[in-house]
């Protein structure tokens, strides 16, 4: 019988009887540790995905913004060169 197994007497602490398991409270410990700063990660993680996502959009619409400008500009020339 291990030392959690053991049953507690009806009066008096636990405390008295179980033993505390340093290295298993240290491992539980560090468990949530590490999730913590998972979720911490996944966190700016998808902040980081977003301002990627907006900074794609306005790089596209910079994109079709200067197309549109140098098509604007061949109409233009194709136009005045019928005028002629």
Do not use: C
């Not at 033993?19 to 590490?34: G, P, Q």
């Amino acid at each position: 019988m291990s030392a959690r197994e053991r049953p507690v007497p009806a009066s008096g602490s636990r405390f008295l009887y179980d033993s505390f398991d340093a290295a298993h409270a240290r491992i539980e410990a560090n468990e949530r540790v590490a999730e913590a700063r998972w979720n911490g990660l996944e966190y700016r993680l998808g902040q980081i995905e977003g301002t990627l996502e907006r900074l794609e959009k306005r790089i596209w619409l910079g994109v079709y913004g200067v197309a549109a400008f140098l098509l604007a500009q061949g109409a233009e020339a194709l136009l005045r060169a019928a005028m002629r």
